[in-house]
């Protein structure tokens, strides 16, 4: 990932933009980061006066990293990196696929169509590379969202206390 050009041009959706993180981007991400909502299924969130002081003044900038905007307001973050280290053999060295949204935007499939953006980018940039996604089991939604992006199960496993589901999208054929 580390050898893309970056940052892209904005990604446009019917509804979203997915852009690179900007100055404004900062109390958002610290609500993001210190929501125990979202982070039921991620180890919970961490203090917000913490995040205050360790976050730089422009959040990491780095390739894979979008901000998904609505309306001109950051409502999440998707992340495309290479999975290094990672616990199971079937992810090392692939794409992992991440995505975190504020509460108030859950339900209304801004995930979906975010992540299907971040993932036609990919695409484009590295055709043919497979992507991996993990979450736990217990993590309904994102068990829904991993099937409707095309993910089909690897194996689960057990790690931080909870059952956890590795899902792998194949390949997009190129079309030429």
Not at 72 to 81: A, D, E, F, K, P
Not at 140 to 151: D, E, Q, V
């Amino acid at each position: 990932m580390n050898d893309l050009a970056w940052p892209p041009a904005p990604i446009k959706t019917e509804r979203l933009v997915l852009r690179e993180p900007e100055a404004r981007d900062r109390p958002a991400f610290v609500e993001l980061l210190a929501s125990p909502e979202v982070h039921t299924y991620l180890g919970g969130p961490r203090p917000s006066d913490e995040l205050e002081r360790e976050m730089p003044r422009v959040p990491e900038r780095w390739p894979g990293s979008f901000v998904v905007e609505l309306d001109g307001s950051m409502i999440g973050q998707v992340l495309l990196r290479r999975a290094t280290g990672h616990r199971r053999p079937a992810a090392a060295g692939k794409v992992d696929l991440g995505y975190l949204f504020l509460p108030q935007a859950w339900g209304f499939g801004y995930a979906a169509e975010a992540c299907a953006a971040a993932l036609g980018w990919l695409d484009g940039v590295l055709p043919g590379e497979p992507v991996v996604l993990t979450t736990q089991s217990a993590n309904y939604g994102s068990m829904r969202l991993a099937a409707k992006l095309g993910f089909t199960e690897v194996e689960r496993f057990e790690a931080w206390d909870a059952e956890q589901w590795l899902g792998l999208r194949s390949p997009v054929a190129s079309s030429d």
